[in-house]
């Protein structure tokens, strides 16, 4: 039975646009437990695990290891850790977009 406030495993990773393998392996590897898990067994995720998540894709995609990101996430899970690492994830994306834009430029200037 579901429970109010909590998305399935399935939901969740739809919501999240991955593979339910992907939340799988997450949690066999610790960095995104889920919140609760019922009597038989099935997994049960909030909107805090979403956060969450997200912040653990965005890590991976600016080239993370999971060692790495278990650390960011899980080992430091205080409000003010979460907020300096989102200036952080603030500052790559920036650097990366400026990099990207840099690259499209000499791609113009090659054409």
């Not at 399935?10 to 609760?36: C, H, N, W």
Request: charged share 25%.
């Amino acid at each position: 039975m579901k429970k109010e406030g909590y998305y399935s495993s399935g939901e969740f990773a739809r919501m999240a646009q991955v593979t339910l393998l992907t939340i799988r392996f997450y949690d066999k590897k610790g960095i995104l437990k889920p919140s609760y898990v019922n009597e038989s067994g099935a997994r049960f995720y909030t909107d805090e695990d979403f956060a969450r998540l997200q912040q653990i894709l965005l890590f991976k995609y600016l080239g993370f290891s999971l060692d790495d990101i278990h650390e960011f996430v899980i080992e430091n899970a205080d409000s003010q850790y979460l907020l300096n690492s989102l200036k952080l994830q603030r500052m790559l994306v920036q650097e990366r977009t400026e990099q990207a834009h840099l690259v499209e430029a000499a791609i113009n200037n090659a054409i």
